[in-house]
């Protein structure tokens, strides 16, 4: 499975921001996908995760009624719409898709997008 995440940029803080994270390959394998965000001089950390079949979402708090995670089956793609971004949102944002496990387990990784929020 091959992942590519676009949209990232510079935003100011209050302001709204897509990624998207095309999937291609063996596809039928994913069971679910994930953003994760790494922040300069912080660990890599969990953003939000979307179930491939039935689209059970889940949030790490800090994100929760800000960001919302949804996915398009029949494009293959996955998408993270980001309101009301902080400066605190700054950071390297990566797409994941797992094979099964748990929200925090990945098996396929994109390349990073870059999101700065400036305030």
């Known amino acids: 499975v091959q992942l590519q995440a676009s949209g990232g940029g510079l935003v100011q803080a209050g302001e709204s921001l897509r990624l998207s994270c095309a999937t291609s390959?063996?596809?039928?394998?994913?069971?679910?996908m994930g953003w994760f965000r790494q922040a300069p001089g912080k660990e890599r950390e969990f953003v939000a995760g979307v179930r491939w079949i039935g689209g059970t979402t889940n949030y790490v708090e800090s994100v929760k009624g800000r960001f919302t995670i949804s996915r398009d089956n029949a494009k293959n793609t996955m998408h993270l719409q980001m309101s009301s971004v902080k400066p605190e949102d700054t950071a390297v944002y990566y797409c994941a898709a797992s094979r099964g496990g748990s929200w925090y387990e990945y098996d396929f990784w994109g390349q990073g997008t870059l999101v700065t929020v400036s305030s």
């Open positions: 390959g063996r596809t039928f394998s994913i069971q679910h």
